[in-house]
Structures are given as structure tokens and as C-alpha cells.
């Protein structure tokens, strides 16, 4: 029998969306795999542990991560919200898994970042992770903070970090600028790997996109890591045909972020 | 039945090389093609108009343009000539295109640039599109005359433009040049169709080329169209055996122009 | 007699190492000085109002800013510290004022950030407001979140910043590392002036330094903003006399952020 | 006696705004200063010869230039017109320039180029002279297509151009963006004398402007040419005091171009 | 019959590794292949001339290159020694060799050029031909050597080059670092046909790797070679299984330069 | 009395003609200043040893080093040669100073490099030192040798050194491109203390210039040495008045590296 890369997995943020596809995917990468998050996740399966934890909470996050050798940090509210929301699940708790994996010399972490931290750019910007953030909401911020922490740990502490700026991952494209920003879930889990393999990050920032034909942000900085797509949005075209409707309906292909970066969708505190 | 993107669109050159190739190949995005040209383009087939035209002439420029949605310029003269032959074709016609285009509330222009927009790089240097130009003919001064009215138009008024520098648009290439610079009529064609279709192009300088082995140009600025060569000059490999003569027997490979950069070849006015 | 420029201008932080500096030198710029801090300022003089405020009490900061036009928001933990007081008074604290400041229709802050969101360069890099940054501690990490919101309101909603990334600003320079770092306080006052009365600013960086021999950090992103420092630390050469002592005794020389990004001295919670 | 560096040396434009000015100070660099206009210029003076001329008109033009060895041309129409009017005065009044110098072996034009070629750059872009052109006017659409025809007779045959961007060169500056902006009398001189004198200046652009304060552009790919302003714009900062009144009233400061980038000032053709 | 390109082609340090799997590949670039090196080659076979040489010796350089057209120069010392000995190898042969060519009319060399020239950039850093050199060793330097006097032997002579940073190239990667630096043997066949076929090359230097999916050079700058890798590492995935072990085992994957860039096995002279 | 900072300093090529102006102004620097040179250098002063020594000889070299703090390396042939005559002056004899300064622990040298390391750029680009090398010369591809020796010592090392490429140091410039290049001996001096001093290095490259008008390199990039030239050569304009002559009558002005860079005067071995 082969042996499997890790003994122990945690994935925070098991029951959100990404967090259930995850889930099977992942388990040839560790004998045990630790499923967390703040909501019930049922019961857990062979070669699962299921902890439910508030990120927010320090001394639980210690304890959450006791053995494990890497993190795949999806935690956190993945939308809009008020500030102090996204303080408490998206700073406070990532800040705590950062420092929780410090202290027990945990090596990688593939922290769930997003294309919000740059949605400010135009559809005509082609940019890469050198690019200054632009973020386009209060999640943009905590996701902005959420990388520049990281960077913080590599540089002092040499816990590594891929940070995975996700697009749009779902089962298919369901607007034109999804189109570009669509990431299979085939290829999330090719992303992941990747990250969690190469033999050195450091810390790296990864634009997590299919092989789209449309394409606004440039990976060459992370071609270290090796990750090639092999999905892309173009078998979905005949849903999107050609039309002479400028701009598109969806003003949002305006904006990398989408509706995000639009001013009449800002939250309403 | 589906319905085609355009009411009317606008192909100005309609009788010159491209012209020819390109007016079957864009009846499907539009319910009437005009065509345009200031030589005889005979009969006007089924969904199609055809109006003989001095693009010079402003107030027949007016007319020709109502009630069209978008243009494919590729009106003009398209190789060296006096100078005062291109101001008035390539300049003062391109001049009158986009004022007409502004005023009936066009949106969006295809314009026929070229590749002597930037003819005086050499054949070692590559460059995107945000090199400053070099232009090597009076043909070229016009062509990068085009694009800045262009960039104008935008910036002042919102008229979108995709410029396309075309490289070498023929059944195949004719000399080592061409293979570096070919496009193919299906990919011209495919260049045409993203540059009309995409959400928002902004002023946009696409470089048209194949998927060629070499290349001079990188396209990663235009991006967010999403055009994908399909062809690649490789296949007339044969026609270009190995051959250890330094420098190319046609020493046009020297520049991007080709024998349009050659000092013996310059216009005689 | 001449009128100033505002009717009120908030000083937050004014209890502070500089903010006792920039007390009396800020009031030609407003009728009314409002300062605020966590701790007792004492008594109000002439053209003054003081508030004692915790910033991250949202109610109690939007108290604070009614009627203001501009702030100089200095307040907050500037140091290294827990992340958890940290978060409360850097970054709680900052997301107060901007949402405050947009709701109140305030049109610009200059935000006290500091090169410690730059920490981690070596002192041999030189580097422009557009390097990534790399903080060397929480306290740089909450600066870093603090030019990202302000980069996120300014996208958003228009309320302008100047980040201004203070080296060291001391009376003189005690160690070999503030010599390429200092900024004397007429630098200081020089910089805030030109940062609140640039006739528009958007979103800019300034690195605060006077203009020493030394350099790590080229402003030529901030020109539009004109400042022009007049001091230099070269005045204090012989305090550091020429030693073949190679590294500098003060082995902070290495990094930007000094002290801050050693390893030793980083923060035991 | 000390020799002149020129035997004949071409101003044209010279009864316009700067053509006057320039009259008297450029009389040390040449035996005979011809001097062209359109408009009647009066009697000549000692060491001038006058010739009224038509730049559209080629031969009158290959006459103007007989003997000449270099061109300061400030020819055309300076500020916004009518396209048709634009074309006349800039565009074929400079090819007939260019065409003549080639043929008559002048080896140097400065071309009184414009900060119209960049006027839709917002006043937080710091650029330089590989910054791509977008011009804000037909005016400015014309200094392109001169610079443009400079590239391309300097890499074909060899003739030398500064084109000199010049910012606003007036006696003080009356607003705001002129802060920026001025070019004094001396140092619009200086511009001349070091782009004329320099040993070797292939296709130079310079920005004309003085050591003011605030600056847009970066003149490091002009270093050649030892260009050193000594004039600044500062000696007129009591005629703006400090205010905060965000944006300036006069909205002109948003754009590099000023008025001239504003949609309401539009030419009306 | 068809012709071959180069009537003499030669080939030093055919003894070498790559020497002998080159012999028979070059065959039909040339009627005769001039195989050359310090060690005895056995016997000509059809179509070969066998010449024992050691570059070091002018005299002997200048005969054994009489009558070639081009060159492949592989011959030297391929990996660390002590600094004398790689200075009479390869410094001195590599100038002896370029200046032969230069007074016998060779017209292009391809260099065997080495990864070790930028031995010291991490695995994290993406460059390309542009990005400063750091070599790892007296080796990497005196490759250094030959590209710097190639780049001196074409702007002073036409002499052009070739520049091939060979990676690895052996028949499969034998650890994870050649995984990412793998150049197969049919590639290399490759980037030497068209190094030495192109019909303009300058000095162009070319990283010599497959299309493998970790990348660590850009061969953009090299664009106009035309040379597209057809094999990749990815097919030895099996060897390398997906590991949590943090760095690899093999810490040489953290340079690019691998175990020369590790200070334990710096050469002990 | 002031402790100096160094016991022992070593100056090669001391009897050079850069070597004679420094040997006293170094003196400052160092209990005993060593002087090198492979010339008779007559007696000793006080503070002096002198030692005759043939670089290229390494056990002399050894010994010469011993008990050195810091070396300005000066020595080799300062001009144009057989490649043969500078691979062992300036190739093996700064192998063998590197090498002996690396057994010995010296911290820190300065190498005497050249603007013929990048003598093939023209006057009209300016370059930083993060441009790649165009040696014009034997001397100047031994010149990049240095620095590249110098860059593999620091990494591999730690040894330090600042390669500074003088331009023109003599008493006053001689010729029109000596006034672009011209490094007074003040500077010269300065440029050494700086270079000395700093309190980190790394491997840093200085361009020797003074503060002239015209300007070909940028030393952005060693800003943390803080160098600050107090000379220029605008003192010495009226030895070369305004000229229509272009181009210059010395043709050298077209290449930084002046005459070494012109095909007439290569050097014929």
C-alpha cells in the first residue's frame, strides 16, 4: 500500500461550498484528514476527523491543529458583510490559525485568498501577483490581510504560503465574466495539490483560474509551482453568444471583482 | 431562427485584398453588411449593401455611416504612397470614419492597423504593445496616426477600438518574413470576432498573427479578448528549408517591416 | 486676516510621541483643531477641542467626526504589540474612521502608515510605493490593512488618502539605520501640508524621509504631491564616524523595518 | 569675434506666442535667423531674413529652407480647431518640413511638440517619455503624428529630432495645473540651446517644463541631453494658497491636459 | 540529392556527455562534421574529420577551425574545478575559439552555456535573458566569461552567437531539481538546429530546457528563434510522488544552480 | 587622536596612475596603508608598506593579503591589450586576490571595474546597473569578469564588494565625452569612502561618475551608499562651446565606451 503525504490534513471551512467539494478530493493526501468549521458537518467518514470550531477563537484553534502537518485554510465568510463580521471570522481567525501553526512548527498553509483582493482592476488590465492589490470590498481587505500576514510569517518565521486567489469556482460559468474567472472544481483540486507539493513556496500568490480563453491575470510568478490547468470556460461559449450589446448586460465585466466592485452593491452596515 | 448580433455593420475597403476575403466570412454576425469602397465592388448580393465612397468626403461618410452599429475599417491605401496620397486616404479618410462613428453614437470601430506601425524593431527584439511605435513608411506614420485618434476617441468620447496591427494576411507566406508575420484567413476572421464581441475593449491594440513558431510580438496586453490562433505558418516549414546563409538571402528579416524598413526602398515622391 | 483652510481638522492619535509634536504646528491650518486620543490630553487651548475617544468604539468616533473636513489619523498602537490589541486599536480603529469619514462625507485622510509595512527589504534594495509589500511585524501587518481600506474607499466611494510611511521621526537620529530613515519634524510638517492641500491625491504613498544621503526608498510615484523634504541627516555624520566595522555593530542596518525584523525580538504573546 | 555655431537657422512660427519670445534669444546661435510665419512679421532686423509662408505649401517650403542646417519649428496651429484646419497647418505643414530637411540635408529639427500627446494621463500619473501617447485633442493627435514622422525620417534617413513637450510656457502660471506645468522663458531657451548643441540626439523627447515642485513627467530618457531647469514655479506659490477645497475649483488639474482633457470643452466642429 | 546546409560544421568537445549524442545528429546540417576535443575520438566515421585539440593552444584553434562555417562549442571543462584549470579551459579556449571565428569569416557559434550563470537565483524566482547573472561557481563564472565575450565579439565584429544555458540534459531527471531543468535530447537537437538556423540571431541567449510543467527561465527574449520544446519531465511524474517532506530531501532544488550553489560542496582548491 | 577604522588597507596597482592619487588621500582610512603594484613604487612614506607583487602570482598574493581589512582593487592593465596580457593581469589576478581575500577573512573589497563593461550602449540610452553588460573590449569583458567573480563570491561567501565602474577620472575632462563621464579625484575619493563604509553591501555596482549635466547612468540602484558627487564638469563648459557640427567631431560621443567601442581601433593582437 502506498503511503500516503500526510499523516494529518486540516481544511477549515469544510462545510461551505468549496469545503464540501473538497472534502473526497482530498483524502489521498493524508491518512487523516481534520474537517473544521463553524457549522455541523454531519458525521464524519473513514479516515475523517470532524472538529466544529470557532476560528475566532484562539485557545480552540490550538487545539484544532495539534498534529497536523499542513493547512488548507477555506474558513472564514466568503461574501460581502459588515466590518466587524469579517474582523472576527476573517482576521482574527486567520490570524490564529497563522499563529497557531507557528507555534507547532506546521510547515505550508494554502490559504484561501480571492480575486477580490484586486477587483478594482478593469476587464482591458492584464496583471500579475506583482501587481498592488485593489481591493473591492470588505472581504477584499480581510483577504488582502489575510496574504500580507502570511508574507509576515515566511519572512519571519518560514511558515510557507501558497495563497490561492480563486476566481469563480463552480460547475460551470454562470455570467459572462465568470468566463474568465472560472475555476473548475478539477482544477481547484490540481491547484491544491500543486501547492501542497512543490518543494518550496515560500510565499506565493496563485491566480486560481481555469485555461480560459479570456484571461486577466498572469501566473508566470507562481510557475514555480507548476500548476496547468486543463479545463477551460470555452465549452461553455454557446451559453454566452456573440452580440453586439456594448457593454455587456451584466455591467459587472467591468471589474475583475464583478458586482462586487459595483457602487450600488456596496454593504449596507 | 437566430438572430444575428448587428442590424447593419460597416466594412469600409470592401473591394481591396482583405476586403475581398472578409465578406462572406462576416455575413453571420449581421443582418446587412455594408460594404464600402472607393473603387466598384459590383453587385450587392443578398444582406448586403454596397456604396461606392471617398472616405475623404465628409458628408459622404455621414451617410454612409447611419444606422450602422459597428465598423470594420480597412478602408485606405494600404502600402507606401506620397505622402499626400496617405493623408488623404489613410488620414483625413480614418479622421472622417470616427467623427461620423461619434456622432451617430457608434460604439465600436475594428481598425486595419499594421505591423509598420512598428516596422523599425529588429527581427531580435519583442515587443507587446505598449512599445512605443516605429513607424517605417509613411504608410505606418498613418496607420499610428489612426490609433492615436483612436486612443482620443476613447479616452474623450467612449468610442471603443480594437487596432489590429496585421501582420502578413495571405493563402501563405511568401518569404522567411511572412513566416514570423503570417495570419491566416480563419484566423483573421477569428481576430475580426473577438474584437467585435468582447464585453470591453476600451482602445485595445491587438497584434494579428498565427500561432507561428517564431514571433515578435506578444499579445498578453490584449488578453481579455480572448483570441486564440488556430493556424501556425509551421506548416509550410518546406517551403524554407535549413540553409546556413547568414543573414537571409531577403534581408527583410532584418526589421518587423520587412523591405518596408529597407533605406533602397523608400518612396520616391 | 487671512482665512485658513479648513474649519476642522481632527488630529487623532494626538496624544502621542508625534502627535504632541504636530499640535501646536497644524493649527494655521484650521479654525478648529480637534484632538483625539485613548489618554488625557489635558486642557484645550485657544482654537482647540479635545476628545478623548477609543477608536474602536464606532459610535464614539462617529461623535468625533462630525462637522470635520480632513483628518491626520495618527491614532492607534504604534509598536509592536499583541495581535489582539493590535487588531483592536489598528485595524478596528482605522475601519472606524473610514466608515465615518465616508458617511460624513469627509473627502480626505492622511493616514500615519510606516515603513514597517516594508520591513522585510534588505537594505540594499531600493524600492518604489509599488514593491509589495513585506511587513515585519503585526503592528506592520495592521499598517499594510490600513493602506489596503484606504485604497478600498478610495476605488469605492472617493474619499481620498495619503498614506505617508514614516521612517523615524525624532529630534536626531540615534542610530546608524535612522540615518537613512529619519525625518525631521519640519520634514514631517512638510509632508503632512503638501499631503492635505494637493489639489487631488486619490490614493497615493508617501515614504516620509527628509532628504538624507542614504536612501531605500524613491518617491517619484508621490510627485504630483511636491514634496521636497529640506533636512538631511548628514548633519549628524560625526555621531557615526567612518568604521571598517562590517556589518554596522547595530546588525538592524540589515533589513528596512531594523529592529522589527529580527528574529529575536519578535513579539511573546 | 567669437563664431556663431550656425550659418541659417530656421524659426518657424515665428509671430506666434513663443515665436516672439524667442526671436531675440535665439540670435546668438546663428549668422542669419530665418524667420516664417503665415502672419505678417514686420521689417526685418539685423542678422534676420523673413519669409511669409505657407507650411502646407511643399515648394514654398523646399524654398524656405535653402541653406538652413537646423529647424526650431513651432510652425501650426496651437491650440484646438477643426480637424480640416489641424490637418493643413500640422500635419502636412510638418511632413513638408521633414520632406524638405531630408532632402536638403538638414541633420536637426526641434519640434515644438506638446503635454497634449499625453493630456488624458490623470495628474496622479508620474510618466515618462516610453509612456504610451493619449492625446486629448485634435491638437495634441497632430504633435503625435509629428512625433511620429520624427521616428520615422530619423530611423530611415538619419535626421535628428528633440521633440520638446512643452508644458505651458508663459510669463507666470494662472492657475493651478500651470504650477505643474510652467515652462519659464530661460528654461524654454535652455530646452532649445541643449537640444540643439547636443553631439548626438537621435529621436529625443524632452518635457518642457521648469523645476517645479510637483512634477508628471520624468525626463531621464532625455538625460542625454544635460537639460537642467533653473527656474521654479515655486517663487509663485502665494498666488495659490493652501486650501481645502477638494478637487481645485479649477477641475482642469484632474487630467495632464487640462481643459483641453475635458469632456464639455469638446471642439465643436 | 538534397544539399546540406554547411559544407563544415564543427563540433568541439565531441568526447564529451553531450559531445556523443550529438556526433550523429548534426550529420545532416553538414557534409562534413569537424569533430573535436582534448581526449582521443577514436575513428572518423563516413562524413566526420576527427581533430585532437586543445583549445588552449591559439595556434592549433586557428587550424583546426579553417575552412568551418560554424561552430558548436561544447568543449571545456562541464563542471567545478579548481580556477586555474577552468580558465585555461574555458576561458582562454572559449576567446581562442571566438577569435579564430573572427578572423576566418565564421559567421554564428552556438555557446554551451549553463544554467550556472544564474546559479544563485531560488527556485522561487522566474527570470529570463535580461535578469542579472549570479553565477554559483568558477564554472558559472566562466560561462559568464564566454556569453560576455560573445556579446563584445558581435557589437564590435557581427560575429553572432547563441548562448544556450543548457539545464540537464541526460536521458531522464535523476532528482526533483531536473525535474524543472530536464532538457531531453531530441530538445536539445532542437534549440542547436534552430540556434543555428534562424535567420538573424545577434547574441541571443536561450535557456535549454523542455517544455517541462515547473518552470524557472522565460525564453521570451529568445522568441524569435522559434524554439518549442516537444517533451516534458511531467512524463517521469511517477518517480517523484507527491511528498509533504518541507523542503525536498534533495535540498538542491532550493537554487536553480542545485548542489552548486550549496556552500558545502564549494570547490576545495 | 582618533582611532582610523582600518589597521590595514591594501591599495593595488599603486603605482598607477589612479594609484599615485590616491595614496595619499587614503591614508586617513588606515593605520597601514598597504600599496601594491607590479611597477617599482620607490621608498615607503610613514603609515606605508610597499610591497612589488605580480597578481597573477597567488602564493605572492597570499602573503601580500595577510592581516588586510579591506582591499581597493586597482591593479591590472587599465586599457586596451592582448587577450592574453588581461587574462593574466586582470582575470587571474583578481581570481587570486578574491580568492586569498576569501581564506583570509577580509570582509570587503572595492574593484576598480569600467564603464567598457558597458561601452556598446549609445549615448542616447540610460542605463542603470541593472542593465545588461555590452563590454566594448578585452579590458572591458575582464572588467565583467570581476564583477561576475565578485557577485559569486558574495553569494557563495559572503564577501563583500562594491564593483564601482569608473568613468573618466582625470584632472579635467579632454574630450566632449569626458564630459558625461568625467569622475573628479574628490569624487573619486568619495565614491571609495562611501563604498568602504557603508554599513552592508552586498555585491553593489557604483557608477563613477561626478555630478555632471549630462547623465548616461543611473545610480538609483546603489542609493544605499549614499553617494552624493560634489563636482561637475559644467565647470569646464567653455572648452567646448555650442556646435552645429553633428555629429561631434570626435565620433567617440557615440558610445559610452567612447573610442574602445569604434571598429578602427580595435586591438590587433
Known sequence: MMTKPFKRLLLTGAAGGLGKILRDRIKPW???????DIADMGEAREGEEIVQCDLADKAAVMKLMEGVEAVLHFGGISTENTFENIMQANILGTANIYEAAHKLGVKRIV????????????????????????????YGVSKCFGEQLASYYWDRTGLETVALRIG?????????????????????????????FAT??????LFGMSNNDVAWWD????????????????QFDAKFPDSGDYPAPNASVTYHGGAFALAEVRYKA
Open 111 to 138: 490559504f484561501a485568498s480571492s480575486n477580490h483582493t484586486v477587483g478594482f482592476y478593469r476587464n482591458t488590465d492584464y496583471i500579475d501577483a506583482g501587481a498592488v492589490t485593489r481591493p473591492d470590498s470588505f
Open 168 to 196: 469563480s469556482s463552480f460547475p460551470e460559468p454562470n455570467d459572462r465574466r465568470m468566463m474568465v474567472t472560472w475555476l473548475s472544481y478539477d482544477d481547484l483540486e490540481e491547484a491544491l495539490r500543486r501547492s501542497l
Open 200 to 205: 518550496r513556496v515560500g510565499f506565493t500568490i
Open 30 to 36: 493524508a491518512d487523516v484528514v481534520v474537517l473544521s
Open 219 to 234: 501566473n508566470s510568478k507562481a510557475a514555480h509551482l507548476g500548476y496547468k490547468p486543463k479545463d477551460s470556460s470555452s
